[in-house]
Every structure is written in C-alpha cells, then in structure tokens.
C-alpha cells in the first residue's frame, strides 16, 4: 500500500508517467553524476504539434486518449537509463543522463520520430501526430536544473517555429530571438484591440485582354512606431497564438465589403481572392461564417474566391472536402495557392472541387533562365488546363517572365509588372483607368 501511495503521489494518473517532481530528482542525481564522470547530461523538452487543435476538435476525451498514446510510444523511444515524465498539458521532458557525446541524443530524437509515426487511432478516426523537441545540454547550457530546463524550453520554442516535426538544440541567440517573439505576440493581441490592420488589394489579370480580373486581399499590419509588418512575419505568429479566426474573419469582411462598394461605385465586377489558413478551415462553423459575410455584405457568391494551400488540402482530407463541397456548391471559388511547394500529392486535384492552381513565385523568377523551372510551369499549366481548372502565375515581374508564361497557355497573372498591392483606393483608380480606356476605344470605333 505504501509502494502505492508513493507511486501516486510522484506518477501522473492519465499516462502514469512520473511527474515532475520526480523528474527533477532524477535531473539532480543526473547532474551531480555528470560532474564526477566529466559526462554530459541531455534535458529534452517535448511538445505536442497542433494537440490543442484536437482537443478542441474532437473533444477532451479523444485529446486524453493521444495523450496515453504517445505516452506509450514514448517510453519505448527512450533509452532504459531515461527518466520520461510528463510535465503538464501536452508537455513532456527527457532527461538523458551519462551522455557520452550529443550524437546520443541524436539518437534518441530520430527514436521519437520513429515511434510518432505510424498513425493513431482515436475512435473511429485516424490522426498522426508530430512533436517540437528544444534540446539543452549540461555543462554547456546550464549548470542547474533550473537554467537546464528553462533552455530547453526556449528550444523547443523555436523549433515551433521552424514547423511541425522539427528539433532544436539551445544557443544563447535564442534569448534574444524569444524575447523579440514575444513582443510580436504582444504587439499582435494589441493590433486587434486597436485595429490595426488594413486590406490591401493586388490585381489579377486576364492575360488575353490586359485587364483587372480579379483582386487578392493582402492583409497588412501598421506597426506602431516600425511601419508596414509583412503578412509573411506576423500570420504564422498569430496562428500560433489563435488569434487566426479573428483577423480571418475581418479580412473576409474587409474584402467583401470593398468588392461591393467598387461595384457600387460603377466598376465592373471583379474576383475577390481571400486567402485562407488551415486553422480557418478548421473551425467548425467556418462555412456559416463566410456564408453570413456574403448575406451581409452582398456580395455575390461567384464573386468570392478563397485562396488555400496545398497542405490544407491534405490535413483532415474527409473534412476538407466536406468543407469545400458546401462552399463550392454556395458557388464560391476555390484555388490552390503557392502550388508546386507543399506537399506533391496530386490525387486530391482531382478529388477535391477547384478551380484554379495558382503557380508559385519560386517557379515564376527564373522561368526565362532556367530551362528546368520553365518545364515545371509548362507543365503545371497543362495539367491544370487537362483538368479544366484555371492557372494564375504569382510573381511576374518582367515582360520576359509574362511571355514565356503566355506561350504555354497560362492565362491569368499577378505581379509587380502590373502592380505592387495596393490600397483600395489605389485599386480603384486602376480598375477606373481600364473603363476610361474601354470606352475610349469604343467611341474611336
Ligand atoms: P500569397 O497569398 O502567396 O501572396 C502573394 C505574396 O507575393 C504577397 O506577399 C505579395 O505581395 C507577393 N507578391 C505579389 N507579386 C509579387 C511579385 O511580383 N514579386 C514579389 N517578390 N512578390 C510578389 P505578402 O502580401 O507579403 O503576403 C505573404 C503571404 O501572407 C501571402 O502569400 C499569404 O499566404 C499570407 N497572407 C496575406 N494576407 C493574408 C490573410 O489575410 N490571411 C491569411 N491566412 N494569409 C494571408
Ligand atoms: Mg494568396
Ligand atoms: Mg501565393
């Protein structure tokens, strides 16, 4: 009873793995063994990819379930000599002591990824699961437990962001790296109190005609005191700190309702390309919300276009292709951004309801120097062309880029040749300037 009790007290009750308390016994007895043997000593400070996304998803049950799972698997990644304890949430940490060389820990690291990935069953459903590992290592990073775990857990940090699946070992930078990422998350959760973000628009151009087609809302950040803040920075922090459904939402409404107002003013109608996250997908009521935004704004379901990546395609396929089936059945287009750079599966090209691939810019820039990028846009546009979707180029920015693109059959662009984003009333003068000329040539003939 008493062997019991103990256990209870140091182990947790969900995984049974040691808490820790535990853990930091074992951490010390580690340390104070390292010192006399001249060894090193490996603290591994785990975190689940995306876990609060199922928890959220499919309900705590099935969140608690991944977590008895990986907790299994985990113990047979570890070396026998390891303390593994769970540190709270989806947090674990590994401590490996008597390391002969980091190429053990190596080792362990490439044991986890191993364990993690065969898919888990959770029900009826099938999900797999990644980690972001920080890695510090005694003496170098720290000499106590304390700066020993505080290390690794800045490591892990910046591990998330370097992208799912990912591992890092400490280095002083990181402090700095941290601190800055902070402030952005900071910074972040103000702007949307004070609202201050703002639409910018790009043109789309019909390659035949020369014309404005269509537009893609840019999202920009008017940082205080530091200027336009790039999408590319600030998106993937506030999808980390959740903050996604909300400036999705806005940029949705943003856009609609600009489209309309143009159209008020008498322009002709136009494409309205919103882009998309994958963590908007997910939201379960994320077909309700752009359906309300049209009703609300009046915008015409063939006139919005939303703009989803590759890996969104692939995540949750049955989900998605629910999702998409609803908004494309409301009339609603759907495209492929950035295509050519995520995940090259090609069979949901044809399963899912698109209709349009638009090519990345990495395939564009040199598409007039480099005979292999230029094979891989012929080709992509024939494909699409073979499976009847529409083809946008990104990122022309020479008339040579423009050319080369025509001759194999593209028929839509968007680039700096034509115009930067801009804002909306810089847009409208654009699209006015086409009418003024449209009618020119029609009193002339
Ligand atoms: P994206 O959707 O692929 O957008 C195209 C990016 O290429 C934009 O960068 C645009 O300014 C840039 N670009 C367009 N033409 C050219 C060109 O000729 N040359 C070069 N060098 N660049 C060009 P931006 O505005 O910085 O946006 C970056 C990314 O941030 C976007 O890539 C998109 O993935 C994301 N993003 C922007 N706004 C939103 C938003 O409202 N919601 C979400 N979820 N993501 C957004
Ligand atoms: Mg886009
Ligand atoms: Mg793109």
């Not at 799972?69 to 590994?94: H, M, N, Y």
């Amino acid at each position: 009873v008493e062997q019991k009790i103990q256990h209870l007290a140091l182990h947790d009750t969900l995984t049974d793995l040691p808490y820790r308390r535990y853990m930091e016994r074992s951490l010390v007895q580690a340390l104070a063994q390292a010192k006399m043997s001249e060894q090193q000593v490996a603290v591994l400070f785990l975190d689940l990819d995306r876990f609060k996304h199922i928890n959220d998803a499919f309900g705590h049950a099935v969140g608690d379930e991944l977590l008895q799972e990986v907790a299994k698997r985990l113990r047979l990644a570890v070396p026998p000599q390891a303390t593994l304890s769970r540190q709270g949430g989806d947090e674990f940490v590994i401590v490996l002591p008597a390391l002969p060389s980091r190429a053990e820990v190596g080792r362990c690291v490439d044991q986890i990824a191993h364990v993690l990935r065969s898919p888990v069953v959770l029900g009826s459903r099938e999900t797999r699961v990644t980690c972001s590992i920080g890695i510090s290592l005694f003496p170098d990073d720290g000499l106590s437990p304390d700066a020993l775990l505080k290390h690794a857990d800045m490591a892990m940090f910046q591990a998330k962001n370097k992208g799912q699946g990912c591992h890092q070992f400490f280095n002083a930078r990181l402090d700095v790296e941290l601190q800055q990422r902070m402030a952005l998350e900071q910074a972040l959760h103000e702007a949307v109190q004070a609202g201050q973000f703002e639409g910018h628009y790009q043109p789309q151009v019909d390659m035949v005609t020369g014309r404005i087609a269509g537009a893609e809302a840019l999202m920009r950040w008017h940082r205080p005191g530091l200027g336009w803040e790039s999408p590319a920075n600030f998106i993937p922090v506030a999808e980390d700190i959740g903050l996604i459904p909300i400036l999705g939402a806005w940029v949705l409404e943003q856009a609609c309702e600009q489209a309309v107002r143009w159209l008020q003013a008498g322009l002709p109608p136009l494409r309205m390309a919103v882009n998309v996250s994958a963590l908007q997908l997910d939201q379960p009521d994320f077909v309700q919300t752009v359906l309300h935004t049209l009703q609300r704004t009046g915008l015409p379901a063939a006139q919005l276009e939303l703009e989803l990546t590759e890996s969104v395609m692939l995540h949750e396929m049955d989900r998605t292709h629910h999702t998409l089936d609803q908004l494309h059945a409301a009339g609603i287009a759907i495209s492929i951004d950035d295509f050519g750079t995520g995940y090259s599966s090609l069979s949901y090209l044809s399963r899912l309801p698109l209709d349009k691939l638009k090519i990345d810019r990495a395939f564009v820039k040199d598409i007039d120097t480099r005979p292999s990028d230029a094979v891989l846009c012929r080709t992509i546009v024939a494909m699409a062309r073979n499976l009847g979707l529409h083809v946008t180029a990104e990122g022309v920015e020479t008339t040579a880029q423009l050319q080369a693109l025509t001759e194999y059959g593209c028929t839509h662009y968007q680039g700096y040749l034509f115009s930067r984003p801009v804002p909306a009333t810089q847009f409208a003068v654009l699209m006015a300037s086409q009418v003024d000329e449209a009618i020119r040539v029609r009193q002339v003939s």
